[in-house]
Structure formats: structure tokens, C-alpha cells
């Protein structure tokens, strides 16, 4: 996310209780040390086992997720919180943008999925948009997306509603690809910062919910599966 | 980093926490997704055909293997939940015993064949390696010894074991069939023949198995450690190389950065992309166009492409554009990061590449900058395509590339999209 200036209209609070969960130790450390005092790390995790625990006992804001851990990866653990703690979102912050590691994360009910040579200015930024509710698109993500949800004439359709972006919706995430901040989205097409961060919740929304058919269909088509 | 394994399809295992004898219900109705009382019931009742149930339950315990993973050794047995099933067993062998008073001769082959089954597929079963474990560790430390495979004493003792159930059997054939008549005698030698038969199969068969078990887990050995040493030699000749000359060059950050860059995209390519020609597809003589100038001007290019199709001389100049425009704004934006997005639609092929670098004004540069015009423009328009500049001073600039496709493409985009 190329995004230099913070979301307007963010409340000012205490800084915000971040969680860090990789199997790199070095890579915890270099992330604690660039997020220094804008937020506060109350805690990191090595493994599967141990964020599941320590998560359940800190209750952070936000969770920094990897996505590949020896026992199960970012997905095990989304899957073990999501269900008993739904207030802590979860950030994926990974080496890999593969297509399938992206949009099983954000499946299993990540909110947002960066990778790891993001500076530490977005990556603030990124958490705080995700504490407040909103999802966090990097313009590879919006591709996939798009890929994802890409009109096929023969593919039958389960639920219309559910599993096609509107016209809006794709626009946006077009804008997003080509590397728009949320605010030159807005201005490109004449609506408000709130609406852009709505249609782009809504993406997320339809992308966890669509059909299995699809997207399982869609990584057949790519060999990922 | 995990390894990109597919799973294998859902196989038929033994359920070791949920069992009653030896997980084979358990595991039969895991598998079919049925209630394990269903499969347990139907076990008994075939016991009522000459003892099916029993032949049956012997051959799966014998076969099928136990989930892997399960290596702890698996709870206790309940008794007393076992103890209404084997009621309920001899149950039906009573009743069969009293529906059928002269039980008659195929009956009697079929029980004796049962018994020698659940002989040999106890000796077979326990010789494997976690239940060799469990029972070292159990009370009856002697059964251990027995069933300990590198012993071979134990080896003998269970091939003689076996053989004296199949011994037993045949006795009990024999005695049962004492040659009366002609064709009695006839069909007795075949029930032997195949009875003796089934006993050499069932003593033998655990030695097949474990040989080809063990072939196949060193085929899987010998694939992994040929995928070890490739990774080894790719880490090798460019990670550990892209090092060195970044320990070298540790002072020049356009350097190291450069460096940096184009190894990761490389390392990325090889664990996460298939290949692709970029003489062939759009998608991947765009990422390579962005790799080039990766590389010569170390800065970032974003790039993200939706769709792909095959290249022709039109889709070949949209890539040169694009290249171009990427040179543009690597030399003369001042930014570290440019991104590119490309989308392959069924009417048309579009490329836009921004940057939020210095900006120019396009009314007072363009007419003696060749590049712009002569490279993007004119290539597009020739193409039958257009392209557009938008550009601000400090609000970066953006180029936009668009070349609509003939009906005669036929629909090309959607299709070569399909068998990417």
C-alpha cells in the first residue's frame, strides 16, 4: 500500500496493542524495533501453539500474522482465535504473495494482507486502518481479487449477489491495482474516503463468504492446487 | 517455508481413539461418513453368514494401516463398551448354530478359514512397528519379545505360530471331511488346497507388505532428497553469491538494494511462479520487461497483471510501450517504487504504470521528448491503440496504455486465461 498520510478521521487513543506472531526471531525483532513507540507490541509467538495461547491472554487490537510457520502457518491460527475471539483482527504480514497463500488467509478471515518489504510507515498505517474495521488491499491483492472474481460466461453462479463485485466495487479495486491511495480513489471517481473503505470492506466480505466452487475452480485453473 | 506438498486424497485408516477391538469400524465409518454403531452392527450380522463378519473385520485390521500421526500410543481399549459387541457376536453365532443345527460342510470350511484369519492377523498385526512399542511397554513384556521383528527368534516363532493355525485348520477340514464318497473326496482336496493356500498367503503376506512399504518409503526418500538438492544448488550459485557481492558492495545502498531486489524476485519466482515463456505469454514478457528495469535502475516495480494471453505483434508493442514508460519513470520520477497493473479483457488489453514522483507538465515537455512520443505514443497510435498522459508536478504521473482487440482475436483473452 503506497499510503504516506494517515486515515482521516481516525480517533485519537492509546496506542494501539499490536501481536506478532512469525517463526523468525529476527524478523520479530525488526518489526518491533520499526514500530518502535507508534504502537505497542504486547507480545509475540514463534509458533502455532504459542500465539494461540498467549494471543488468548493479552487480547491485542491487531494481529501480525505470518503465513508460513512449520506447524500449520497463519491459517491454523486464524482458525483456532477466529471462532472464540472475533474482536482481534488479524493483519497478514508475509514474505510470500503468492495467490493462494493471499486469498486463503484473507478465507480464513484475515483483514488484510501485506507483505514484508512494506515500510514501517504503511505497515502503522495498515494496522491502525485494520483496528479500526477496514481491510487493508495491496495492489497485488486487488489483482488477485479481481482475477478471482474475473466474469467467466460458463461458470455458473450460486448466488449472484454474494459472489459478483459490482461495477463499483470493481472499479475500485482496479484504482487500488494501479496503485491509488484510498484518497485518489475518491477523488477519481467523485465519491468519499468513506465509501471507497465500504466498497473495499464489502470485497473482503464477498471474497470470504463466495462460493467454494469458484475459487477452488479459479485455483485449478492456476495449478495451486 | 513450507514445502509445497498436495495432500493426498482422504484414504481409508484405522481410528485408533475411537476403537473398540482394533479401529477398523471406527475407521470404516469415519471414512463413509456413517454413524460407527451402523458399521459395527453390520460387522455382526455378516458374522452370522459362516463368520463373514470376523473373516472380514481380520482381513481390513490386517490391511489397512493406521492414520499416521497417530504415534502416540492410542488410549485404552473400553471393555466394557467391547463387552455388548462380543455378546452380541455370539449372539448371532448361536442363533446361526441353532437356525442351521447340521451346520454342513461349507459352514465348517468357512468357520475354520475365519479361525486361521484372526490367528494369522493377530501374529501379522502385531508386527508392526507403534504396536511392537505398545506392547514392550505393556504388562506383558513377553508378548514384546515375540512380535519384536530384528529378533530372529521372535520371526521364527511367528511363522511357526502361523503355520500351526494353518496346520490346525487343515486338520480340522480333514477331520471334518473324512472321505466317504468320490466327489466328497474331490471337493475336500480343493477346499485343503485352497485353506493351506490362504494359510502360506496370510504367514508370507506381512513380509510382502513391509517390503513394499519400505520401497515405497524410500522412493518418497530419494524425491525429497533430489528436491533438497536442487534447492541446495539454486541457494548455491545465485543466494549465496547475491551475498558475497552485497558484503562487497555494503556501502553503496543503489547496490545493495539492486542486488537485493533482483534476487528476491528470482527466489520468488522459483518457489511460488510456473514458468512461463515471455516470447509466448503477455503476462510474463510484462514481468520480465519490469524485471529488466528492476535491475538497471534498482528501483521497485509493483507490478500486478489480472488475466494473460499469447503475444502477437499488437501485444508485443503494448509491452514495449509499457517497458518504455517503466524507463520514464525510473529515470525521471526520483521514486523507489513504481507499480504497473495490466488486465487482459476479453475487448481489450490495458497497461498503467504510475508513479507519485515529481510530475511534469505534459503541455510544455512533449514536444521534444522523443521518448514519450515517439516510444508510447506513436507505438500505440500505429498499433491501433491510444495512450494517455496524466501527469502533475508533485502528484506523480501516470501513463495509460489501451489496445482494443478485433473480433477476429476470438476472444483470445478468456481462453488463453483458462489454460494458463
Known amino acids: 500500500m503506497s499510503e504516506q498520510e494517515p486515515v482521516e478521521g481516525a480517533a485519537p487513543r492509546g496506542p494501539l496493542r499490536v501481536f506478532l506472531v512469525d517463526d523468525h526471531a529476527m524478523f520479530r525483532a525488526g518489526v518491533r524495533a520499526e514500530l518502535g513507540t507508534r504502537v505497542e507490541v504486547v507480545g509475540e509467538a514463534s509458533s502455532v501453539a504459542e500465539a494461540v495461547a498467549r494471543i488468548a491472554a493479552t487480547q491485542p487490537d491487531v494481529v501480525l500474522l505470518d503465513v508460513h510457520m512449520p506447524d500449520g502457518g497463519g491459517r491454523a491460527v486464524l482458525e483456532a482465535m477466529r471462532r472464540t475471539h472475533p474482536q482481534v483482527k488479524f493483519l497478514a504480514l508475509s514474505v510470500s504473495d503468492a495467490a493462494e497463500d493471499v486469498i486463503g488467509l484473507i478465507r480464513a478471515g484475515a483483514r488484510g494482507y501485506v507483505t514484508k518489504t512494506i515500510s514501517p510507515e504503511e505497515l502503522t498505517d495498515a494496522i491502525r486502518r485494520v483496528a479500526d474495521g477496514d481491510a487493508v488491499f495491496s495492489p497485488r491483492l486487488a489483482g488477485f481479487v479481481l482475477d478471482a ?32 491511495a484510498y484518497k485518489e480513489i475518491a477523488k477519481e471517481l467523485f465519491i468519499s474516503i468513506k465509501t471507497v473503505e465500504t466498497h473495499v470492506s464489502n470485497v473482503l466480505r464477498k471474497l470470504q463468504m463466495s462460493n467454494r466452487y469458484e475459487l477452488s475452480r479459479w485455483a485449478a485453473d492456476r495449478r495451486l492446487v | ?55 472380514l473385520y481380520a482381513a481390513f485390521w490386517a490391511v489397512v494401516p493406521p492414520r499416521p500421526g497417530d504415534t502416540a500410543a492410542p488410549p485404552r481399549r473400553d471393555l466394557a463398551q467391547l463387552l455388548p459387541f462380543v455378546v452380541i457376536g455370539l449372539g448371532v ?149 547475491t551475498l558475497a557481492l552485497i558484503q562487497r558492495n555494503a556501502s553503496d545502498v543503489k547496490t545493495v538494494q539492486r542486488l537485493a531486489r533482483g534476487q528476491e524476485r528470482s527466489l520468488r519466482n522459483w518457489l511460488y511462479k ?28 509493483e507490478a500486478v497483471v489480472v488475466g494473460d494471453r499469447e503475444t502477437d505483434e499488437r501485444v508485443g508493442a503494448l509491452v514495449a510501450a509499457t517497458r518504455e514508460a517503466l524507463v520514464n519513470a525510473a529515470r525521471h520520477a526520483g521514486v523507489q517504487t513504481v507499480s504497473l497493473y495490466a488486465e487482459v479483457e476479453p475487448e481489450q488489453v490495458s497497461a498503467f504504470v504510475r508513479d507519485r514522483g515529481k510530475g511534469f507538465d505534459p503541455d510544455t515537455v512533449e514536444n521534444h521528448r522523443h521518448g514519450v512520443r515517439g516510444s508510447i505514443i506513436g507505438r500505440m497510435k500505429r498499433h491501433g491503440g491510444r495512450a494517455e498522459i496524466r501527469s502533475e508536478p508533485g502528484e506523480g504521473t501516470e501513463v495509460r496504455l489501451i489496445l482494443p482487440i478485433s473480433g477476429s482475436g476470438s476472444g483470445s483473452g478468456s481462453t488463453a486465461e483458462r489454460d494458463r
Not at chain 2, 506438498?5 to 482394533?22: G, I, N, W
Open chain 2, 93 to 241: 453365532l448361536l442363533l446361526q448354530v441353532v437356525a442351521f443345527d447340521s451346520v454342513g460342510a461349507a459352514g465348517t470350511a468357512g468357520w475354520l478359514v475365519a479361525i486361521i484369519a484372526v490367528g494369522a492377523g493377530v501374529i501379522w498385526h502385531q508386527s508392526g512397528p507403534e504396536r511392537r512399542r505398545q506392547w514392550g511397554d505393556s504388562a506383558v513384556p513377553w508378548l514384546g519379545a515375540v512380535v519384536e521383528e530384528s529378533d530372529r527368534r521372535a520371526f521364527v516363532l511367528r511363522f511357526i505360530g502361523g503355520g500351526v493355525l494353518v496346520a490346525v485348520g487343515i486338520i480340522g477340514v480333514a477331520a471334518v471331511y473324512s472321505p466317504a464318497q468320490n466327489f466328497d473326496a474331490v471337493l475336500n482336496g480343493v477346499i485343503f488346497a485352497l485353506v493351506g493356500l490362504a494359510g502360506v498367503g496370510v504367514v508370507t503376506g506381512p513380509v510382502l507388505w513391509r517390503t513394499w512399504t519400505q520401497l515405497r518409503s524410500e522412493r518418497e526418500g530419494r524425491i525429497r532428497e533430489q528436491e533438497r538438492a536442487e534447492l541446495a544448488a539454486m541457494v548455491h550459485d545465485q543466494v549465496l553469491h
Open chain 2, 1 to 55: 517455508m513450507s514445502s509445497t506438498v498436495t495432500p493426498h486424497p482422504p484414504r481409508l485408516y484405522r481410528a485408533t481413539e475411537h476403537r473398540l477391538a482394533a479401529g477398523v469400524a471406527a475407521g470404516i465409518a469415519e471414512h463413509l461418513g456413517i454413524p460407527v454403531l451402523r458399521v459395527r452392527v453390520a460387522f455382526m450380522v455378516l458374522l452370522g453368514l459362516s463368520g463373514l463378519g470376523l473373516l
Open chain 1, 149 to 180: 472474481f474475473a466474469s467467466r460466461p460458463d461458470a455458473p453462479v450460486a448466488d449472484p449477489e454474494l459472489d459478483q463485485l459490482t461495477n463499483r466495487e470493481r472499479e475500485v479495486l482496479r484504482l487500488l491495482a494501479r496503485g491509488y
Open chain 2, 274 to 301: 510456473p514458468a512461463a515463456s515471455p516470447t509466448e505469454r503477455f503476462a510474463a514478457a510484462l514481468e520480465q520487461a519490469a524485471a529488466e528495469v528492476e535491475d538497471t535502475f534498482a528501483i521497485t516495480v
